[in-house]
Structure formats: structure tokens, C-alpha cells
């Protein structure tokens, strides 16, 4: 059943995870099938709103999602991102249409597609990423206050203006001159996709599978029909008169304007719509599929392949639209093919159901994008940036893209982000205060040589003799602010003063004029064994010394940690632990589990013991502390997997070995009995026993770790709550091995036909490993 290995250097995982099924033929599996039906009747009504709100033919939307999905969804580099006609784009194509006109505009959206490909080839992808969040949710907030407010014209009836400020200015006599058709057939709109995915039972669970965008249009569709309601329904002329693409024309300097700002929209819309999805299947429920993370560069040259055909059989730009992706991810697909097969559903729409898609009032579909511009400005994503305090840089490009344009607004908001860092970098706070005798100097913020002349002056107040704490709380000091510190260190401690540094880079105690050593200490192992930096002149007893240190981790953690995990350990104090896997290791205190695993609070549910033993039901003999916790962990904390960790030079083990079945007397070795079970499979099985994929176990102790590890597994599926979550599939049992020295975890390979224990590599990442804890 598994295997520890060590990482496959001659066929190492492709660069971000590329997928694995690129020579494989179009066999959408039912999952795909299933997806790809649900997105398609998302992405029909919306591509007809975004290409009614841009002023485009309403043709061009549907040529746009079949493009987007199968170009995009073939070539592009994240395989579950389904890429179509995007609101984040409406504004730009808009004013596009309304500077140079349609033909025009599909030869730019040909040139955007042209220069993704050339920023593809140059591999900046990730560069896209290094926008500050704050820039690209105000952008999206910006375009989609533009949106709403363009089509609440067309939901009263009207028709909108290109300006932002001209339809405001016009709305008043817009109210006054109301269509009651189109707000009938807009409310009802609105009404349906507000209420249907809050229908209450189990049948509005089941209800609910159908999109609400779907539901929405095609109640106010059908009821207008019904009632033979007189307003604009949708027109999708022939095929044959469909305008293609035409040669721009206009000033250079214009032109290379709007090709930037389409490139620029698509490229960060769509990139950093691919980390989304990377999260979303990170984090679905269940086996998880061998989806690479994105490949970003591929998933820019695939949009830019999308963008130049749209653009060239008449289509509105293609990125990646978070919709689709989301209900994408949430129906279950599991490659690319479902999005591939969306676009094929909509080709075939967009031939044979153009009478049925002609019954569609504008003014639903108005209602419809109105609802999707409303939605862009994120009350979750104000919250997150009034936390990191960026409000400014949100409220300045969102009111840049309102007032100025797109490209404008992300200009200045990249200003406004740059001037805010700048500011942040230069503020630093020093302050002096005295308590108990002892002169406390706190630094708070970058220490630059902009902040040298105030260092220096409230260092100064230390009084010669005096004991100095300087608390640093920094992630950074240049050459200047270093020297000054420790020239004033020196000079304090020379005139018989003591100090002590302390701070992120760990703590330096100087006693007397006694030049001290420098910590060597290193910024990522504040749990390190600190004692190289105490001088031993000053080193207290053993005793003393160990308490010295867990105060100092803990004044540590109070100082640099507990600010930055605070809102989190609120948020589980509120809700209470959700932990998705129980995590059943050895207490070996070289086995730190968040570390090895990149957990934080609230992750994993732990157990700890000596030898990382799981009793047999029955055998506990009065300890059932294992036993209860995995019956606690599986039927009131619901966890999905269960992993059992073993690691190398366990003591457990050793004592095993060395023993051999002469256990019991002391409650060590009563308890080490529940190893026996291991021992003896060890000493039956000589030719399956479990082993590292690519070398052998080192000695007999890594022999019998490895073989504990596969034994405590079969133990656990004795116990009742165990076998009967694996009888309903919803837990998965793991092994995993740790080397310490060679610092490489290694997992028991789930489909391998004997107990191999395989490497985890550094590309490995959630998704891509389906052993992976």
C-alpha cells in the first residue's frame, strides 16, 4: 500500500505542476461531462449580458466563450480555468467600441492576444502577481460600479451613455420616464438570482444545482412571453453577415494605449484568476485529482492564442472568468476537457438554438450584469484591505477607473501602492521607557539610516551603568542603522552598562566591558537551540538557563507572532477547531509537525506518544487515550484522513529491538507491547517488507520504523469508527516517514502494489500528490 522515496531527480514535476494529461486523447470523463453542462449554462446568459453591456454584437459574447473555452482551455496552463467574455473587460471594450468601433476593436484584441504571447515567451508571468492586491480588487470595483451603472439605463428602459458621469447626470430623467416592462422583466430578474440560491429543504438543495444566472433569464424570459410583453429582445443577425476583425486605424500612441490596457486587464484577470483555482482544488473536499498547480507562463501564452482567434472571427476579449472557473472546480471536473467541452456546448447554441436565445429580453440580460457589476465591488475584499491598511490605494484606483479609465486608474493606483510603501518603509517609531530600574528602548518598523538620528538620540537617554533592553520589531535594518547600534553597544557596555538585544534575529546578553559574542542564531530557527549565544562567562545553571529560554521563546512569540495570528486564533475561538486531518505521530522532539507539514492553527488534530503507536481494539489494557482521540477526531470533528508518521532514529523502536519481547515491568515498557505486533511482522515478512523508493533502509531501527508505520495503519482500520467512515469513503488512511537527518518526508504510495514509501519533492504542492497530507 505505500512508500517512502526520496524525489525523482532524472523526472522531476514539471515547472508549477504542468498537467499531466497533455498527450492524452478528448475522453472527458462523467465528472468533466457534468462540469462542463453546468458551466455552459452559466457562461450562455452572461456572455450575452457582457457583450450587450460593451455595445458589441451580442454574436460576439458567444464567439468569445467558445473561443475562451476550447483555445484557451486546451493551450492555457491552469486545466480547470474556463476563460470567456469577462465583466472585468466590459469597460475597456466598451470605450474601445465607442473610440475606434467594433472591426477596430477585434484588431486590437488580435494585438493584446499578439503581445501575451511575446510576455508568455519572456516567462514575466509571475510578475503579474507583484501588483498589489489592493490595485486589482479597486480595479474590479471600479469596472464594476461603471457596469452597474451603465445598465441600470437598460433595466429602466433606457439606453446608457459611454461616461460614467453622464449616466449619473442622466439618471434623474431616466427615473422620470420609467418603461414598466423592462423594470417588470428586470425586478423579476433580480428577484429569481437573489432567491434561488437561498431556497430552503431538500428540494431546494436540489434546485439549486441549476445556476441562479440561468433560472433568472429564463423565468423573465418565459414570463414575457407569457404575457406577451412588448420590449428589445436579443438579435443575432446571420452568420453569414457576422463582421470579422479590421485593421485599427487612428494615433499610434492611442492604439498602443488601448492594446496595453486590454493586455494589461486580460493578463492579471486571468493569472490571478489561475492561483484562485489553484486554491479551490487545494481545498475541495475528497480524493483529490492530479491537477498541477498552474503553469502560469503556459496559462498566458493560451489566453493570448484565445485572444488572436476571438479577435480574428469577431469576438469580445477572452481571460479567465472567475464564475466559470468556480462552478467549474465545485461540479467536480477533473481536467481540462470540461472546459474544452463547455465551448464545444456553446458552438453548439450559438447554430441551433438562435431561436430560442432570440426570446431573451435586454433588459434581463441588463439585470443580469448589473447584478455581476454589483458584485465586483467585494465587501470581503474592503474588509481585507481596510486590515492591511490599503484603503488608500483601493479608493484611489477605484475612483481612477471611474473617473479616468482603466489603464489610468491602475496607473494611479500603482502610484498611490508605491507611495504608501514608500512611506511605510521610512516611518519608524523609537520610543524610551523606564521600569524597575531597567531603560526599555522599543523600535518599531524598517530601521533605515532615515531613522539613525532619532535611534541614536533615544539611545543617548540610556544612562551610563544602566541595564538596556533595545526590543527590535523589524524585518529589516540596513548598514547604517546596524552600525549605530552597535557602536552605541560597544560604547554602553564599555562604560560598565549591560544590554540585551532582542528581536527577531534572536537575543545577544553582554555583561560588563566584555566584548560578547555575535548570535549566530539565524533568523528562521527562533526555536533553535539558543545557547551559542550566550557567553559562557554569564551562562546560568542548566536548570535556570531552560527556563531563561522557554521565557524568551514565549516573550518572543507575544512580541512577533501572536500580532500576526491573533485575528485568526479569534476567528477559531469563535467558531471552533474544523481540523480536516488527524495527524498521529511519534513525541519526538525533533518531529516538529507544523513545520514538516507547513500547517498552522486549526489544520491538524495531533496525537503524540512514544513510538507513534495506535493500540489494537481490545489490547488498550486501560489506556484508551489513542483510541478515544481517533474516535473523537473521526465522529465529532469529522476529519477526512488520517496519517500515522513515523521518523528515523526512533527511540521506540530501538528499545524494541534491543528488547524484543521481553517487555512490561515499567510503564515504558508496558506501553512499548503495542509494538510487539511490529516486531513480529518484521521477523515474518521478509520479502514484502516496506521500504524507500529509491534506496534501502539504512539499518534495522529504519527497518522497523518503516514497518511500524504500515502495521499501526492496519490497527487503525480495526477500530469501529475507522472501518466504518472507510466503508462510507469519507476518510483516508496515510503513512508517512520522516528522516530527519536528511531532513525529506517520504509518504506510502497508495497505489503501488507493495509497501514503498515515496519522496516528496519540493515541486509537490496541494493538488498534486494524492498521497499528500
Given at each position: ?529 539558543h545557547r551559542s549565544c550566550i557567553p559562557e562567562a554569564v551562562a546560568a545553571p542548566a536548570g535556570r538557563q531552560a527556563g531563561r529560554e522557554l521565557a524568551r521563546g514565549i516573550g518572543s512569540f507575544q512580541r512577533n507572532t501572536a500580532p500576526l495570528v491573533r485575528d485568526e486564533l479569534a476567528r477559531l475561538a469563535r467558531e471552533g477547531q474544523r481540523p480536516a486531518q488527524l495527524f498521529l505521530t511519534c513525541a519526538d522532539s525533533r518531529l516538529v509537525t507544523s513545520m514538516i507539514t507547513a500547517s498552522g492553527p486549526g489544520d491538524l488534530f495531533v496525537v503524540r506518544n512514544v513510538g507513534n503507536l495506535v493500540p489494537a481494539p481490545g489490547e488498550e489494557a486501560g489506556d484508551d487515550s489513542v483510541a478515544a482521540a481517533v474516535e473523537y477526531a473521526v465522529e465529532v470533528l469529522g476529519v477526512r484522513s488520517i496519517t500515522v508518521c513515523g521518523h528515523s532514529g526512533c527511540g521506540a523502536m530501538q528499545a524494541l529491538l534491543s528488547t524484543g519481547d521481553a517487555v512490561g515491568g515499567t510503564p515504558l515498557r508496558r506501553w512499548l507491547r503495542h509494538g510487539l505486533p511490529s516486531l513480529a511482522r518484521l521477523a515474518e515478512d521478509r520479502r514484502g517488507r516496506p521500504r524507500l523508493a529509491g534506496r534501502s ?77
Amino acid at each position: 500500500m505505500s512508500a517512502c522515496a526520496p524525489p525523482h531527480t532524472q523526472h522531476p514535476p514539471p515547472p508549477h505542476g504542468a498537467p499531466p494529461d497533455r498527450r492524452r486523447r478528448f475522453r472527458p470523463a462523467g465528472a468533466d461531462l457534468s462540469a462542463s453542462v453546468a458551466v455552459f449554462l452559466i457562461a450562455l446568459p452572461l456572455s450575452l449580458g457582457i457583450a450587450l453591456a460593451t455595445g458589441a454584437p451580442l454574436q460576439a459574447g458567444l464567439v468569445a466563450a467558445a473561443v475562451g473555452g476550447v483555445v484557451a482551455g486546451r493551450l492555457g496552463g491552469c486545466p480547470l480555468q474556463v476563460s470567456g467574455p469577462a465583466a472585468g473587460l466590459t469597460v475597456v471594450t466598451a470605450d474601445l467600441i465607442h473610440r475606434y468601433g467594433w472591426r477596430a476593436t477585434c484588431g486590437i484584441t488580435v494585438l493584446a492576444g499578439l503581445a501575451q504571447l511575446g510576455l508568455g515567451c519572456l516567462r514575466v508571468a509571475r510578475g503579474a502577481l507583484a501588483v498589489s492586491p489592493a490595485v486589482v480588487h479597486g480595479m474590479l470595483a471600479g469596472i464594476g460600479i461603471t457596469i452597474a451603472v451603465a445598465q441600470v439605463h437598460i433595466v429602466l428602459g433606457g439606453s446608457p451613455d459611454s461616461s460614467v458621469l453622464a449616466n449619473l447626470r442622466a439618471l434623474p430623467e431616466q427615473l422620470a420616464h420609467l418603461q414598466p416592462a423592462a423594470v417588470w422583466t428586470s425586478t423579476l430578474t433580480l428577484a429569481l438570482l437573489l432567491a434561488w440560491p437561498r431556497l430552503p429543504g431538500r428540494a431546494g438543495r436540489l434546485l439549486r444545482g441549476v445556476p441562479a444566472a440561468l433560472v433568472a433569464v429564463a423565468g423573465a424570459t418565459a414570463t414575457a412571453a407569457l404575457t406577451d410583453l412588448v420590449l428589445p429582445r436579443v438579435d443575432l443577425p446571420s452568420w453569414r453577415s457576422h463582421a470579422l476583425a479590421g485593421l485599427p486605424e487612428g494615433p499610434a500612441l492611442g492604439l498602443a494605449a488601448a492594446v496595453l490596457t486590454t493586455t494589461l486587464v486580460c493578463s492579471v484577470q486571468s493569472l490571478l484568476g489561475a492561483v484562485a483555482v489553484d486554491k479551490l482544488v487545494a481545498a475541495r473536499p475528497g480524493p483529490v485529482p492530479r491537477v498541477g498547480r498552474s503553469d502560469l507562463d503556459r496559462e498566458l501564452l493560451g489566453q493570448g492564442a484565445a485572444n488572436i482567434v476571438s479577435g480574428a472571427l469577431g469576438g469580445l476579449p477572452v481571460a479567465g472568468v472567475a464564475v466559470r472557473s468556480t462552478a467549474n472546480v465545485k461540479s467536480g471536473a477533473l481536467s481540462r476537457n470540461s472546459t474544452m467541452l463547455h465551448g464545444v456546448l456553446v458552438v453548439v447554441a450559438a447554430l441551433l438554438m438562435v431561436p430560442v436565445l432570440e426570446e431573451i429580453p435586454l433588459a434581463s440580460l441588463a439585470a443580469l450584469v448589473m447584478a455581476v457589476g454589483i458584485q465586483m465591488v467585494s465587501l470581503h475584499h474592503i474588509r481585507t484591505v481596510t486590515r492591511h491598511r490599503e484603503v488608500l490605494v483601493y479608493a484611489a484606483t477605484t475612483l481612477g477607473v471611474v473617473l479616468l479609465g482603466v489603464l489610468q486608474g491602475v496607473l494611479l493606483g500603482v502610484a498611490v501602492a508605491v507611495a504608501v510603501a514608500l512611506q511605510r518603509l521610512a516611518r519608524t517609531r523609537v520610543t524610551h521607557e523606564e521600569k524597575e530600574g531597567v531603560h526599555h528602548v522599543r523600535i518599531r518598523g524598517q530601521l533605515t539610516f532615515l531613522a539613525v538620528p532619532r535611534l541614536s538620540q533615544t539611545l543617548h537617554l540610556v544612562p551610563q551603568g544602566a541595564h538596556a533592553v533595545v526590543e527590535l520589531d523589524g524585518s529589516f535594518m540596513d548598514q547604517a542603522a546596524y552600525e549605530s547600534l552597535r557602536d552605541w553597544h560597544s560604547t554602553h557596555t564599555a562604560r560598565g552598562g549591560t544590554a540585551e538585544l532582542s528581536g527577531r534575529r534572536g537575543g545577544i546578553r553582554t555583561a560588563g566591558p566584555t566584548p560578547s559574542a555575535g548570535c549566530r542564531c539565524r533568523p528562521w530557527t527562533p526555536w533553535r537551540d539558543h545557547r551559542s549565544c550566550i557567553p559562557e562567562a554569564v551562562a546560568a545553571p542548566a536548570g535556570r538557563q531552560a527556563g531563561r529560554e522557554l521565557a524568551r521563546g514565549i516573550g518572543s512569540f507575544q512580541r512577533n507572532t501572536a500580532p500576526l495570528v491573533r485575528d485568526e486564533l479569534a476567528r477559531l475561538a469563535r467558531e471552533g477547531q474544523r481540523p480536516a486531518q488527524l495527524f498521529l505521530t511519534c513525541a519526538d522532539s525533533r518531529l516538529v509537525t507544523s513545520m514538516i507539514t507547513a500547517s498552522g492553527p486549526g489544520d491538524l488534530f495531533v496525537v503524540r506518544n512514544v513510538g507513534n503507536l495506535v493500540p489494537a481494539p481490545g489490547e488498550e489494557a486501560g489506556d484508551d487515550s489513542v483510541a478515544a482521540a481517533v474516535e473523537y477526531a473521526v465522529e465529532v470533528l469529522g476529519v477526512r484522513s488520517i496519517t500515522v508518521c513515523g521518523h528515523s532514529g526512533c527511540g521506540a523502536m530501538q528499545a524494541l529491538l534491543s528488547t524484543g519481547d521481553a517487555v512490561g515491568g515499567t510503564p515504558l515498557r508496558r506501553w512499548l507491547r503495542h509494538g510487539l505486533p511490529s516486531l513480529a511482522r518484521l521477523a515474518e515478512d521478509r520479502r514484502g517488507r516496506p521500504r524507500l523508493a529509491g534506496r534501502s533502509p539504512v539499518d534495522a531501527v529504519e527497518q522497523l520504523c518503516l514497518t511500524n508505520v504500515v502495521q499501526q495503519l492496519e490497527h487503525l482500520r480495526a477500530h469501529t469508527p475507522v472501518a466504518r467512515a472507510l466503508a462510507r469513503s469519507e476518510l483516508e488512511l496515510h503513512g508517512m516517514y520522516f528522516d530527519v537527518g536528511e531532513a525529506q518526508a517520504y509518504l506510502l504510495a497508495a497505489d503501488a502494489g507493495d509497501d514503498v514509501f515515496e519522496g516528496v519533492s519540493e515541486g509537490v504542492g496541494a493538488g498534486e500528490e494524492g498521497a499528500a497530507v
